[in-house]
């Protein structure tokens, strides 16, 4: 790396340490105005109020790195305008692309790890504050995290019906399982009192099977212990709707590829495991973004409005986003298209307004 690589990587660095800084204790602030007086109602203790906070951390991260990468992109190339050093270097024969590349590089590798975040620290850290507010702050059990009521599942030519779920014992009470053909008729039904996962398989307790395809009729016979075929298992019972955005990738596939399965519709999860991949890489498509705005700016104003820019863009590739992933989760659009689309329009017109900036 070249002394002016290594002067213009530095300069992005301090000054995107201090972007998140901002927008960090920006979120943090927010955030404590919303939560810490739930917290003191419900009288806890300040050690479990600053522990929640700091385990909070990464997920905050996570939502602010890619403003604060924008921020600093354009206030790097503002600062330099504004000292004449991008002229200067011009007048060397250096490109603009040469000039870029240290913080091309910095996105790419920020990408990288704001992907190792996503997928080996937030969601170890969202069990911790998760934890934190539940049981040492509401002073809840920590088996709310489990659906416990009126549970159905579809497995192949199987329909599993339970009353109830009790994660301590891992018992279904009230256990219906409808065999049905490939038409959706029934076939075939067991009741059981009883069903406790071991081993890797429900066994059902007390069950009576009746067979309705018999030349007799209704064929009826009791079994004390039996075996069932099912493809549930206990992270399926878990309730994942609310905090699906802070799960692993492979979290987030096994459970979509398990309701998928069970004849149900996955597009939800599908498509944030494909943001999962496609949001820490807006980090790079921020910095292709930013650097032709940057350029564009006059050296008077240049910071002062690469901060207002910031805010902008920031805004219109979130509003952007979200709409994409709505319709991406209602099944509109494919989960590829509706994690990707906002990369792929903002990187398209990043390339756009690169090539009309004079070089």
Same mark, same amino acid.
């Given at each position: ?8 990587a530095?300069?992005? !660095? ?17 955030d ?24 909070k ?22 600062? !330099?305008?504004?000292?004449?050093e ?11 692309l ?86 959706? @008729? ?7 009192d ?17 067979n ?10 009791s ?22 955005? @802070? ?15 069970g ?15 496609? %949001? ?20 008077s ?14 805004? %219109? ?43």
């Amino acid at each position: 790396m070249s002394l002016l690589d290594r002067y213009i990587a530095k300069t992005w !660095l301090r000054l995107l340490i201090l972007s998140l800084f901002g927008f960090i204790g920006l979120y943090l602030v927010i955030d404590m105005i919303e939560k810490i007086p739930r917290f003191l109602r419900a009288e806890a203790g300040t050690v479990d109020i600053l522990t929640y906070f700091i385990w909070k951390l990464p997920e905050i991260v996570s939502r602010t790195a890619t403003f604060s990468i924008l921020m600093a992109t354009l206030l790097t190339l503002g600062v !330099l305008s504004r000292d004449s050093e991008i002229i200067a270097m011009r007048s060397c024969g250096i490109s603009l692309l040469k000039i870029s590349l240290p913080m091309l590089t910095l996105g790419f590798v920020a990408g990288i790890l704001l992907f190792l975040n996503a997928e080996l620290l937030l969601p170890y850290t969202y069990l911790k504050t998760e934890r934190i507010d539940r049981i040492k702050i509401k002073k809840k059990d920590d088996n709310v995290t489990f659906k416990r009521n009126n549970i159905w599942f579809r497995s192949d030519s199987q329909i599993l019906q339970a009353r109830m779920f009790e994660p301590n014992t891992v018992t279904l009470r009230g256990v219906v399982i409808w065999k049905v053909d490939a038409l959706m @008729n029934p076939v075939g039904r067991i009741d059981a009192d009883t069903a406790v996962y071991q081993q890797g398989e429900w066994l059902l307790f007390a069950a009576v099977q009746k067979n309705f395809l018999t030349p007799v009729g209704i064929e009826t016979k009791s079994v004390p212990k039996m075996a069932v075929d099912i493809n549930l298992k206990i992270e399926d019972l878990q309730v994942l709707d609310r905090d699906a955005d @802070n799960m692993s990738l492979f979290v987030l596939k096994e459970y979509a590829e398990n309701l998928k399965r069970g004849g149900y519709q996955a597009y939800r999860y599908y498509t944030l495991m494909h943001t999962k991949i496609a %949001t820490p890489f807006a980090a790079l498509i921020m910095v292709v973004l930013g650097i032709p705005f940057a350029l564009r700016n006059s050296r008077s104003g240049s910071i002062t409005m690469g901060i207002g820019v910031s805010i902008g863009i920031s805004f %219109t590739y979130f509003m952007v986003n979200a709409v994409l992933l709505s319709y991406g989760c209602s099944g509109v659009l494919t989960p590829v298209a509706a994690a990707w689309g906002a990369n792929v329009i903002f990187m398209l017109g990043g390339v756009w307004m690169s090539m009309s900036v004079k070089g």
